[in-house]
């Protein structure tokens, strides 16, 4: 399942890559292009935009695109109900798409982040993946860090946790 998600919504939409979903921002004050995309790339709407989907409800059901209006201002809420309605699945595809680029995550071997992460990460992590786009490095461990409590304060399941820098 592919996202486009509201503008306004940021964090939601890091939070869908987080999880492994593939989420693009739309701006929302062009409806007639945001179901034109929708349709185009087999994208589900989530929206906070009651109007939009009142207004476009007739085009929308013709096209057949899925689409949700959340209730919530909090994105932890707007997660849940995502993940709810939608009934997702994250622990299969957590962590392999790039948090900003929204690409795929590759994985590198650990002689090659050599000197390009703290000594400290070198150290303590074995797995490494990259974003052949942005090239930001991402690596793994066993350490509580706050995506890995949020997720699972979110969905009772176990995460590794992974940080990021930029190079
Ligand atoms: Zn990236």
Redesign the pocket.
């Known amino acids: 399942m592919k996202f486009i998600v509201d503008l306004t919504m940021g964090k939601l939409v890091k939070w869908l890559r987080i999880a492994g979903y593939d989420t693009v921002f739309y701006n929302s004050a062009n409806p007639d292009k945001l179901i034109e995309i929708a349709s185009r790339e087999d994208r589900t709407i989530l929206t906070r935009n009651s109007g939009f989907i009142k207004k476009k409800k007739n085009s929308l059901e013709e096209k057949g695109i899925p689409h949700l209006l959340l209730a919530s201002d909090s994105v932890e809420e707007q997660l849940k109900e995502t993940v709810n309605y939608f009934k997702l699945d994250l622990k299969e595809s957590s962590f392999t798409l790039?948090i900003?680029?929204n690409?795929p995550l590759i994985h590198i071997s650990k002689e090659d982040v050599l000197g390009k992460v703290p000594d400290y990460v070198y150290q303590s992590y074995n797995e490494f993946v990259r974003?052949e786009?942005?090239k930001?490095i991402f690596w793994g461990g066993t350490h509580k860090e706050r995506m890995e409590e949020k997720l699972m304060n979110l969905f009772q399941q176990k995460m590794i946790d992974w940080l990021y820098i930029v190079l």
Do not use: H, L, S
Request: hydrophobic share 0%; proline share 0%; with cysteine.
């Open positions: 790039c900003d680029c690409k974003c786009n942005c930001k």
